[in-house]
């Protein structure tokens, strides 16, 4: 499970203080997908970063599993599967070479990798050009690839940042049915997007991320009722509009709904 | 060992990183096509320059000699003049003459290889010669700039006596520029018509033609140390080029391995996984010394076929030419050079968010090491002690005097020295920066946290802190003990500046680094009491009573294993070139030094302040990483190298004795957690040690008997003792205690 709380995080660019990400909490439970959703530069990958233990908040933490992120981050990013938008190959190694490069990564046993390796191929159809080099890949194979290196440790948290930007309709349809595979085998998966069409087929639960601060969470349903509007992209509009007008909108309690 | 890291998954790592780089065509294009291309073209670029030296000698024959006086110019050109007619007359000598030159320098092994004149190039006609005539001061410059060929320092007319009577005999003494190809044409032409009027006078002496001259003439030639001509120089290029190609082999890996990850998008998925960083790096960085190796070794391989075969290797760099014997030292000091260099690359490239980015950083700091280099190309550029610490420069005119083959020992052990350290600074450097930027989402803070005060404090230095700070003390240090012998302090001053240096390198310095890098200095330096939190009084002076006892049975015996151990290196030694007199000397000018000033400043100074840095920051930085048998070993080697620089010398001989204190020290400050038991064995080892120089021959020979240079046996074996018993006394003293030093 995924516990932030209270995470605060500023930066200083060129002298200016900028609050990327501004008290946020909110919870993500075993099985559950949950979307963080947000406009480009919401304070996003800050959170991911947190949560990684690669940037230590200023005030609040993460805990995953009840390990705080910021005491023990080397075992905390061995929990974790991450794969995002700008995810790459490498183009001198085989498929199966950098597959096996990252469970070394992992500290995933030779033998046990070599296996999960065989696995992950037939289930993300990687045999066909196992042992091509990455370089000779089609874009639709590379984001095969890439999935199949989010799972070669096969991590209890899997961290998806933007997966869908770039891809085409196949390709963000490999990305969905991946989210599934996810779920179904018990998996804290945390979606960052801004693509609220996506997050609205796969997500049990949504967080709308604003300029760093959380301004609504729970389910599509809560949302609907709560707003008064049907779909995602609506419901953003009007919170992005009303924080942009006055005050930001009340948030419900995080515990409420994550008992839910 | 870290659970993400074994030493089979670290090889596997490299085993990627290299396989990564060997496959790329780009790496592979500098690696074997580039010594292929630039070598046959750097071949035909030199030999035209070698011709084109020895051409300028021919075509211009007029040779201008110096002389002191408008007399010896007279004779001179007489005596030119008669060679002359001698030549004219289609005169052949008959006679080999033996007496000519028996050089005061090395002439007759540089520039003379046939002392016989046998295989002297014939001469159809005498070459002119001009005389210039100034002072003896003006001659001497004159010769050393190039403008003149050759100067006549001496030439007179001695009466030697001979069976049928009394001969006058010319007596000529001439100073030339040694290795520079005209002086040495003149000196030949000159002592070619010597020889020929010396055959000619005998020829006509034995046909009974009586002749005004001089029969005989003696030639005695030195060779002034000019050896920076043309030739040195073109040898100064060859390990720039040699130098510059390892760069180039190394530019592309560090790129494309570091700001290529980025670029590639591969650096967020690296930095997300548990590895160390520090992992990540070192295979990176071994990949890339390994590429820039290979492509040093093609390109010295091909440097060696280039210079071998083509004839040049002994116009440029002397009688024997690229030998093996070069080729197999300048290897290493390429792989040393190679190692720094990448580190370098690697902490540059780090920073670069692409590639693009990462060119524009290495465009000028490519450009900025050609400027030491062109240095090294500049005639009388010596390597001195001080050059051995600049990096870049000091490898270039290490590997330039090995291949003219004049190494020295202060500035190679500086050069190689250094350049390992300044490798090690960089490459911590390099690994902090590495995947920074992509983790602190873009701010631009992670140069300057490198250096700023950090925010947490914490307990011990780690490795890394101390390579950075080795990279700084170093130099420093370097440069210290060079220069108590350049201000020339006498006596007690000099003993009291060397103690002021000690105290400030080695005690304030690191004191000072450690409060700024928030690093807990009482835990550190280990300023405890080396007794148990809480103990009763009795127990606390207990144990410092076995302390002080196992300490002072320990300094017993080690001052004469230390002994011993500097009689094993002796021969290496400065003492062992000094002859009797100057020894004698030394000895008086030391025992004019009082007993107090010898002990202040060579034993209880010197303790202190080593004692703090190796046995409290060395010592703890390699505990912070490795188990306390390898931190003591790596302290105590790091001890003893730092004992072999003194000055402008090297002391090999002090190497093994220091290493023994080093770890009989580390294991006191181990075993106790306490740094005051090793200053008090410190300063009793040293005081020990002066205390017995300053007894003479005559009073060791009560003690040792006859063998005064070695201690008695039995001594020794009382020695022996005495060190087994402290090792125990000092064991059994510290044992059960609990407190945090434990883990230091």
């Given at each position: ?260 | ?74 004779q001179?050109?007489?005596m ?19 007496r ?54 001496r030439m007179n007319i001695e009466q030697v006596q001979l069976e049928r009577g009394t001969v006058p005999v010319y007596e000529i003494l ?23 009027i010396n055959?000619?006078q005998a020829?006509?002496i034995?046909?009974?033609?009586d002749r005004k001259l001089p029969v005989a003439m003696t030639f ?525």
């Open positions: 499970m995924i516990s932030a709380e209270n995470l605060t995080k500023q930066f200083n660019v060129r002298g200016v203080p900028l609050v990327a990400v501004n008290n946020l909490s909110f919870r993500v439970s075993n099985g559950e997908v949950y979307g963080l959703l947000g406009p480009n530069g919401a304070g996003k990958t800050t959170t991911l970063r947190m949560i990684m233990g690669l940037l230590e908040p200023d005030s609040g933490y993460v805990e995953i599993g009840g390990v705080r992120s910021t005491h023990k981050s080397t075992d905390i990013r061995g929990q974790l599967g991450l794969i995002s938008t700008n995810d790459g190959v490498y183009p001198w190694l085989s498929v199966r070479e950098m597959l096996m490069y990252f469970a070394d990564l992992y500290a995933v046993d030779q033998s046990l990798a070599r296996e999960r390796l065989e696995e992950l191929a037939n289930l993300l159809d990687l045999g066909g050009f196992i042992d091509q080099r990455c370089s000779t890949l089609s874009t639709g194979q590379k984001q095969r690839v890439t999935l199949a290196r989010g799972l070669m440790h096969d991590p209890p948290v899997m961290l998806l940042d933007e997966p869908t930007r770039g891809l085409d309709v196949v390709g963000s349809q490999a990305i969905f049915r991946f989210i599934d595979l996810l779920k179904l085998r018990g998996k804290v998966v945390l979606l960052s997007t801004h693509r609220l069409d996506e997050a609205e087929r796969v997500c049990d639960r949504f967080g709308l991320l604003h300029r760093g601060s959380l301004q609504f969470e729970g389910t599509l349903c809560e949302l609907q009722q709560a707003t008064g509007k049907k779909h995602l992209v609506d419901m953003f509009i009007a919170f992005i509009n009303a924080s942009e007008n006055s005050h930001p909108v009340a948030i419900p309690s995080n515990e409420q709904s994550t008992e839910a | 060992m870290n659970k993400y890291l074994s030493n089979g998954r670290l090889w596997r790592l490299c085993q990627k990183e290299l396989r990564e780089s060997l496959r790329d065509r780009r790496t592979l294009f500098t690696l074997v096509l580039m010594p292929i291309l630039v070598y046959p073209l750097l071949s035909m670029a030199l030999q035209r320059l070698v011709i084109g030296s020895v051409t300028k000698t021919k075509a211009d024959p007029v040779f201008v000699i110096g002389a002191e006086s408008e007399d010896t110019a007279n001179l050109q007489g030119l003049a008669e060679a002359r007619l001698a030549m004219d007359r289609g005169f052949v000598s008959p006679i080999t003459i033996t000519t030159a028996e050089p005061k320098s090395s002439e007759a092994a540089k520039s003379t290889p046939d002392p016989d004149g046998s295989n002297q190039p014939g001469l159809d006609q005498l070459p002119k010669f001009d005389v210039f005539i100034s002072d003896q001061e003006t001659l001497s410059k004159a010769l050393r700039d190039g403008r003149l060929d050759l100067v006549i320092t001439a100073e030339f520029r040694q290795n520079d190809s005209r002086s040495e044409a003149a000196l030949s032409v000159f002592r070619l018509a010597t020889q020929m055959d000619f020829e006509m034995r046909k009974g033609v005695n030639a030195t060779g002034i140390a000019e050896r920076e001509d043309l030739s040195a120089s073109i040898a100064g290029v060859i390990p720039l080029v040699l130098i510059l190609m390892t760069i180039t082999g190394a530019v592309y890996p560090a790129i494309d391995l570091t700001a290529g990850e980025r670029e590639r998008g591969t650096m967020e998925a690296l930095i997300a996984t548990p590895a160390p960083r520090f992992a990540l790096l070192f295979s990176k960085y071994v990949a890339v010394v390994t590429v820039a190796v290979l492509t040093a070794l093609a390109n010295l391989f091909a440097t060696w076929m280039t210079l071998s075969f083509g004839g040049l290797g002994q116009a440029l760099l002397g009688k024997n030419g690229f030998s093996v014997w070069v080729f197999v030292q300048i290897l290493p000091l390429l792989v040393i050079f190679a190692s720094f260099f990448s580190a370098i690359l690697l902490a540059l490239c780090s920073f670069a968010r692409s590639f693009k980015e990462a060119q524009a950083y290495l465009i000028p700091v490519m450009l900025l090491s050609l400027g030491p280099g062109l240095v090294t190309l500049m005639p009388n550029v010596q390597f001195t002690s001080l050059l051995g610490i600049v990096p870049l420069v000091n490898i270039l005119l290490l590997s330039r005097d090995i291949m003219t083959g004049q190494s020295s020992m202060v500035p190679a052990f500086a050069a190689v020295f250094s350049t390992i350290i300044y490798a090690c600074a960089t490459l911590v450097v390099a690994a902090r920066l590495f995947g920074a930027e992509a983790a602190t989402s873009g701010s631009q803070e992670s140069w300057w946290e490198l250096f700023s005060r950090p925010k947490k404090s914490q307990m011990l230095p780690d490795a890394g802190e101390l390579a950075i700070y080795l990279a700084v003390l170093f130099p420093m240090f370097f440069v210290a003990s060079n220069l108590g012998g350049m201000i020339e302090l006498k006596g007690s001053w000099a003993l009291f500046f060397n103690a002021a240096i000690l105290f400030l390198l080695f005690l304030l310095m690191p004191l000072t680094y450690s409060w700024y890098r928030r690093i807990d200095i009482p835990t550190t330096f280990r300023l405890g009491q080396g007794t148990g939190v809480g103990e009763p009084l009795w127990i606390r002076v207990g144990r410092w009573v076995g302390y002080v006892i196992g300490v002072v049975l320990l300094s017993a015996g080690l001052w004469m294993v230390a002994f011993e151990a500097y009689l094993l290196l002796e021969s290496w030694s400065l003492a062992a070139q000094l002859t009797e007199a100057d020894k004698q000397k030394l000895k008086a000018d030391f025992l004019a030094v009082p007993f107090l000033v010898v002990f202040l400043t060579g034993a209880l100074a010197p303790a202190i302040a080593e004692e703090f840095f190796f046995r409290g920051f060395v010592l703890s930085a390699f505990r912070s990483k490795l188990s306390a048998y390898r931190s003591v070993l790596f302290s105590s080697l790091l001890f003893g190298l730092f004992h072999v620089i003194a000055g402008s010398v090297l002391s090999i001989e002090k190497l093994l004795p220091t290493i023994i204190l080093g770890l009989a020290i580390g294991y006191v400050a181990i075993q106790t957690g306490s740094l005051w038991p090793g200053i008090l064995l410190h300063t009793l080892h040293n005081g020990l040690i002066f205390g017995m120089s300053r007894f003479t021959e005559q009073d060791l020979a009560k003690w040792f008997g006859d063998d005064t240079k070695h201690i008695p046996i039995s001594w020794l074996c009382g020695g022996g003792l005495a060190i087994a018993f402290g090792i125990a006394l000092v064991f059994v003293s510290s044992q059960r205690k609990r407190f945090h030093e434990d883990v230091i």
